[in-house]
């Protein structure tokens, strides 16, 4: 096995955001600590500097109260280096030329030089000049100043750094083990983190194994702890349950089919098979024929509906968006069942004001309109009426048909729109159950709607709500 396979790195995505935790953490623990360092260094230097200071001043003030011999006095130079400590400060006093005239003992300092670019720095800028540097052999480092005490005079003072380099030791050692513990730390907290964060994830993946072998039934369980998993497992379950829906208005719609197919299907071979062993004249040939063509129309009717309302409802059909007088469809409507109407002895009336206009596709109002019409006509007795009404506001366009036909039970109202379904009281009446179906599909994909109110014996009312302007792209 290559050490590329051995080291393939895990790709799920918990193990990544742990990766992303845990960088981020130690990236920005090691900035802060970073600052903290370089603010604590620049105090510590800042300090010392302050003492390297302090020395010059002392020095000055002999030099202004006793002359140029008391800095020229080994022993006064050698009393202030004791004071300090004879391994942690020296002096040297120098010549505008960089001799050495006197000095504290040198013996530990020796591998200290004049620094000749330091002098003329500070003859050019006449401000103190600062040096921090190395030693070899010694851990701690050092820092020089080189400052005028007079115009002839120049003071070399040093002071070992030991603060510092205690310092820089302890931080060295503080610094790898937090890091090595902030390091674990963030791992295991974002690990935590990552688990947390995509076990709703790992809620929608058993669920989607679970329905993919066949329990459509099964639902993500919404923790109500992660607003974004959570919206996640609801977005999910709405499409669960609409798959669901539809799974079961297919079954419900082939078993429809198969039930109306199969009795027009079973005429047409029953009647040809009846013919073709009895008949003998040309009459019952053209009779079997005839009754062929009306069964099949009628089965053509059916699919071209289910298409229509299928295309509807899918958005496939492309509504025309034309400017339509809807008084004026309705006006046609009502000349062209007035004859049907008079027949059965219905009253039908046209409540129509003139003017009123949507925009929409012209032959679905009309077939809209016209399947309402149709079954309120049907579905009204002898010596009753029919009643059709339009409204508008600023927005909406409302159609009412009106009957006192025989009306709808309570428990078959809410199914009237779905797709084969007939109430026991209209089988009667010839019809396969579309024609509700297709209004409402065409009303919705205008942006409206129909509602039904009706009761038994006492007639039913549909109204029909659309836009004036198409609310949705078709």
């Not at 004049?114 to 003859?123: H, K, N, Q």
């Not at 931080?171 to 688990?195: D, K, N, P, Y």
């Not at 309570?410 to 084969?420: C, N, Y």
């Amino acid at each position: 096995m290559s050490l590329g396979k051995r080291l393939r790195l895990p790709k799920t995505l918990a193990f990544r955001l742990t990766l992303w935790y845990a960088v981020i953490f130690t990236v920005t623990s090691c900035i802060a600590f970073f600052l903290f360092y370089s603010r604590i260094t620049s105090l510590t230097m800042e300090r010392t500097d302050r003492d390297l200071l302090d020395q010059v001043d002392r020095f000055s003030v002999l030099l202004a109260s006793r002359g140029t011999d008391s800095v020229a006095d080994s022993a006064v130079i050698e009393a202030e280096a004791a004071a300090a400590g004879v391994k942690k400060v020296f002096f040297r006093f120098l010549s505008v030329n960089g001799q050495v005239f006197s000095s504290s003992n040198m013996s530990y300092w020796k591998d200290i030089d004049i620094d000749e670019s330091a002098i003329r720095a500070l003859f050019r800028e006449e401000n103190p000049v600062f040096q921090t540097i190395s030693i070899a052999g010694r851990r701690e480092k050092v820092r020089i100043l080189y400052a005028r005490l007079s115009p002839g005079i120049i003071m070399q003072v040093g002071q070992a750094m030991e603060s510092y380099s205690r310092f820089l030791d302890v931080f060295q050692r503080v610094f790898i083990a937090t890091m090595a513990f902030l390091i674990a730390l963030s791992a295991c907290v974002g690990w935590f983190m990552a688990r947390r964060a995509v076990s709703g994830i790992k809620a929608v993946t058993r669920t989607a194994r679970k329905i993919s072998g066949g329990v459509l039934e099964e639902r993500v369980p919404v923790m109500a702890r992660d607003y974004e998993i959570d919206q996640l497992a609801i977005t999910f379950n709405g499409m669960l349950d609409r798959i669901e829906a539809l799974v079961a208005e297919i079954k419900e719609m082939s078993d429809n089919i198969a039930h109306d197919l199969r009795s027009p299907i079973a005429g047409i071979r029953g009647v040809a098979e009846v013919t073709l062993t009895s008949g003998k004249t040309l009459g019952e040939y053209e009779d079997m024929a005839a009754g062929t063509i009306e069964e099949c129309d009628r089965l053509l009717d059916m699919i071209n509906t289910m298409l229509m309302i299928s295309k509807t409802e899918s958005g496939a059909f492309k509504l025309s968006g034309e400017d339509i007088d809807i008084s004026g469809l309705i006006r046609q409507a009502c000349e062209l069942f007035g004859p049907t109407a008079e027949d059965r002895k219905v009253d039908l009336n046209c409540d129509v004001p003139d003017g009123i206009r949507l925009t929409g596709d012209t032959s679905m109002i009309q077939r809209l309109i016209s399947n309402l019409l149709d079954n309120a006509v049907k579905y009204t007795p002898s010596g009753g009426a029919v009643r059709l009404a339009v409204s508008e506001n600023a927005t909406q366009v409302v159609v009412s048909v009106k009957d006192t036909g025989i009306g709808i039970s309570s428990t078959e109202l809410p199914h009237i729109f779905e797709r084969f379904y007939r109430c026991d009281r209209s089988r009667a009446q010839a019809g396969i159950g579309l024609g509700l179906s297709l209004a409402m599909a065409i009303a919705r994909a205008h942006g409206g709607d129909i509602t039904a109110t009706s009761a038994p014996d006492r007639g039913s009312t549909f109204t029909v709500v659309l836009p004036k302007s198409l609310s949705r792209k078709s």
